[in-house]
T-cell receptor, first 113, second 109 residues
Framework: DAGVIQSPRHEVTEMGQEVTLRCKPI?????LFWYRQTMMRGLELLIY????????DSGMPEDRFSAKMPNASFSTLKIQPSEPRDSAVYFC???????????FGPGTRLTVL | KQEVTQIPAALSVPEGENLVLNCSFT??????LQWFRQDPGKGLTSLLL?????REQTSGRLNASLDKSSGRSTLYIAASQPGDSATYLC????????FGQGTELSVKP
């Protein structure tokens, strides 16, 4: 298996623009997680899905952030409108079940100017 | 609210040394605790997962222990190598993973 796939790997955009990050989990995994990593706050869980259903979105910072999982092999994290404070590395991870070992993707480094 | 502390924040050792990384957490109601390694500019790689009912878990030169009642876990690395240089993060799982800030390890040849 290719592991968790994220795209794009790098994104540079201007404040106010819409940003869409994409994730393909490992085939057969039932849970998917979106994290954000910054120097100041470390690694934080934004939202996680179990069987394509959002279970906990308490980490989503505000209404500008939204996430979807239309099927078992694809998820998106959207920021609209983007702000400079959204600059971070965004990771996607997947697991067989919600408390199993998590497998992380390589991340998307987002820079909002 | 779970809070996770990792000590030390950074560590530099010569090759061949045995070393211990420490992790403490405030809420002992956890399902498991996971240790990860992160190389610069990369994602996280899972090293070990200790179930809440277990005391320790071993993989090669790595050994992780868990004392749930006292809210502590340690990661022991035997005979360290330059390739072990990375940031090590612990994350107790109590419904979701809560990460510490990590220990940045540098192993000098």
């Amino acid at each position: 298996d290719a592991g968790v796939i994220q795209s794009p790997r790098h994104e540079v955009t201007e404040m106010g623009q819409e940003v869409t990050l994409r994730c393909k989990p490992i085939s057969g995994h039932n849970s998917l997680f979106w994290y954000r990593q910054t120097m100041m706050r470390g690694l934080e869980l934004l939202i996680y899905f179990n069987n394509n259903v959002p279970i906990d979105d308490s980490g989503m910072p505000e209404d500008r952030f939204s996430a979807k999982m239309p099927n078992a092999s694809f998820s998106t994290l959207k920021i609209q409108p983007s702000e400079p404070r959204d600059s971070a590395v965004y990771f996607c991870a997947s697991t067989l079940g919600p408390t199993d070992t998590q497998y992380f993707g390589p991340g998307t480094r987002l820079t909002v100017l | 609210k779970q809070e996770v502390t990792q000590i030390p924040a950074a560590l530099s050792v010569p090759e061949g040394e045995n070393l211990v990384l420490n992790c403490s957490f405030t809420d002992s109601a956890i399902y498991n605790l996971q240790w990860f390694r992160q190389d610069p500019g990369k994602g996280l790689t899972s090293l070990l997962l200790i179930q809440s009912s277990q005391r320790e878990q071993t993989s090669g030169r790595l050994n992780a222990s868990l004392d749930k009642s006292s809210g502590r876990s340690t990661l022991y690395i035997a005979a360290s190598q330059p390739g072990d240089s990375a940031t090590y993060l612990c994350a107790p799982e109590g419904g979701k993973l809560i990460f510490g800030q990590g220990t940045e390890l540098s192993v000098k040849p």
